[in-house]
């Protein structure tokens, strides 16, 4: 997002700033010093409960440093009225917090009213705002938020955030709650909303990915919010500061690389394959004396149709009363990424891979997608950093997600 045109954000300058909860041992967010520098968004990224609610939430004074200070556009924030200082800080949540009484309408221009703004302005201003994030006002304004999808309710969320046009916000976990594709959609959205708007934004999130697309600078934040990492997006996927943010660097990058190869560019097994004419003696023969090994059925044009293993082989006559049909299979077109998910859909450590026309081409393992994610990591690691070896940990399955909480920050 660094092409902004405009700015029209503000500094926000954090100085040692602590939070102690009454009654807690440690501080939830411990001496913490950081600059947000106007017009950038600036992502908190950290396992959940590491101080990111707590760090933002001080920003807008719902909660109140232990210690520290800080500063918004120059001013101490600790000297602001925090009614007046919440209205120059639009503040976005998850479940978008939209008051379900009110009208969608009623939702955005909410602050604009509180400030004092004349009728006719406001309604023109949750107008623009609705328009700005894709919802078009003559059908949404007098809806009721529960009459809205998820994600509907996210953009209307960002639109009341943005209404009374503040040079900061704050967003908290905004779209965490929203499916995939949707969560994509709504990034996409506030990049482009913030190509036009330049404000200063902290955004606070889990996932790691989300964190790299979105922010010109991100903050790696362990425990009680100490920043591990402060800089761009690529500086920190270059040349992650220690090993957690390597950890999270590392598994965000090799699951990237799991959907730009195909189940094609890697090394096949194979299993024993016959057609239904064979006879049950040669699959039994092809099978060995292991019992787990297991092998397929093929139909006259060489796909797949079940397999088999020696259990089934026990007083069979013919392959064509034997065996289970094929769950799901993977196609040498698929993306590795596909082909992990069909293993851990399965439960299998072994899927069956086809080529063309649904003919048998092999089979892929859940070694050599291991194997795969290692070596991409290595050249990863050598690429930019000799300074981590990234090899040495076991691929995490929970990586998939790519959620910092369940990495190994904590
Ligand atoms: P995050 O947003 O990263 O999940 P939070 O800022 O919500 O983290 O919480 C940081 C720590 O402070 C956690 O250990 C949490 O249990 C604690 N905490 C948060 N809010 C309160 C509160 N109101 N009272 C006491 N402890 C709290
Ligand atoms: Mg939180």
């Given at each position: 997002m660094s092409e902004n045109t405009t700015v029209s954000g503000v500094e926000i300058v954090l100085e040692n700033v602590t939070k102690s909860y009454p009654g807690q041992k440690d501080a939830?967010?411990?001496?913490?010093?950081?600059?947000?520098?106007?017009?950038?968004?600036?992502?908190?990224?950290?396992?959940?409960?590491?101080?990111?609610?707590?760090?933002?939430?001080?920003?807008?004074?719902?909660?109140?440093?232990?210690?520290?200070?800080?500063?918004?556009?120059?001013?101490?924030?600790?000297?602001?009225?925090?009614?007046?200082?919440?209205?120059?800080?639009?503040?976005?949540?998850?479940?978008?917090?939209?008051?379900?009484?009110?009208?969608?309408?009623?939702?955005?221009?909410?602050?604009?009213?509180?400030?004092?703004?004349?009728?006719?302005?406001?309604?023109?201003?949750?107008?623009?705002?609705?328009?700005?994030?894709?919802?078009?006002?003559?059908?949404?304004?007098?809806?009721?938020?529960?009459?809205?999808?998820?994600?509907?309710?996210?953009?209307?969320?960002?639109?009341?955030?943005?209404?009374?046009?503040?040079?900061?916000?704050?967003?908290?976990?905004?779209?965490?709650?929203?499916?995939?594709?949707?969560?994509?959609?709504?990034?996409?959205?506030?990049?482009?909303?913030?190509?036009?708007?330049?404000?200063?934004?902290?955004?606070?999130?889990?996932?790691?990915?989300?964190?790299?697309?979105?922010?010109?600078?991100?903050?790696?934040?362990?425990?009680?919010?100490?920043?591990?990492?402060?800089?761009?997006?690529?500086?920190?996927?270059?040349?992650?500061?220690?090993?957690?943010?390597?950890?999270?660097?590392?598994?965000?990058?090799a699951l990237k690389q799991l959907t730009l190869m195909r189940v094609r560019d890697i090394e096949l097994s194979d299993v024993p394959v016959m057609g239904e004419d064979e006879s049950v003696e040669s699959m039994s023969t092809a099978l060995g004396r292991d019992p787990e090994a297991w092998g397929i059925i093929l139909d006259a044009r060489r796909r797949p149709i079940r397999w088999t293993d020696r259990r089934h082989l026990t007083n069979a006559k013919s392959l064509r009363d034997v065996g289970v049909p094929m769950g799901e299979m993977v196609s040498t077109q698929s993306t590795l990424q596909d082909a992990l998910e069909a293993l851990l859909a399965e439960g299998n450590a072994t899927a069956t891979v086809t080529g063309k026309r649904g003919e048998y081409a092999g089979t892929i393992t859940i070694e050599a997608l291991i194997d795969t994610i290692k070596t991409i990591r290595s050249q990863h690691a050598h690429d930019h950093d000799d300074d981590h070896d990234n090899t040495a940990e076991d691929p995490d399955p929970d990586v998939a997600r790519n959620d910092v909480t369940t990495g190994n920050a904590s």
């Open positions: 939830a967010v411990d001496n913490v010093s950081m600059t947000i520098p106007a017009g950038e968004v600036v992502v908190l990224v950290g396992p959940s409960g590491c101080g990111k609610t707590t760090t933002m939430r001080m920003i807008n004074r719902l909660i109140e440093p232990t210690s520290g200070r800080i500063t918004i556009g120059g001013e101490d924030a600790l000297s602001i009225n925090p009614n007046e200082l919440r209205r120059t800080i639009g503040y976005s949540i998850q479940q978008a917090g939209l008051f379900p009484h009110m009208t969608i309408a009623e939702n955005v221009g909410m602050v604009p009213g509180l400030i004092g703004w004349k009728k006719s302005r406001i309604s023109d201003r949750t107008d623009e705002m609705l328009d700005l994030v894709g919802l078009d006002p003559s059908l949404y304004r007098e809806r009721y938020p529960r009459q809205l999808s998820g994600g509907q309710q996210q953009r209307v969320g960002v639109a009341r955030a943005l209404a009374a046009d503040p040079p900061v916000l704050l967003m908290d976990e905004p779209f965490g709650a929203v499916d995939p594709i949707t969560r994509g959609l709504l990034q996409d959205e506030l990049m482009r909303l913030q190509a036009e708007l330049g404000k200063t934004i902290v955004f606070v999130t889990r996932d790691f990915d989300e964190a790299v697309k979105l922010g010109d600078r991100i903050a790696v934040l362990g425990n009680q919010s100490r920043i591990l990492q402060f800089d761009t997006p690529e500086a920190v996927l270059a040349n992650p500061a220690d090993d957690t943010v390597a950890g999270f660097v590392g598994s965000g990058a």
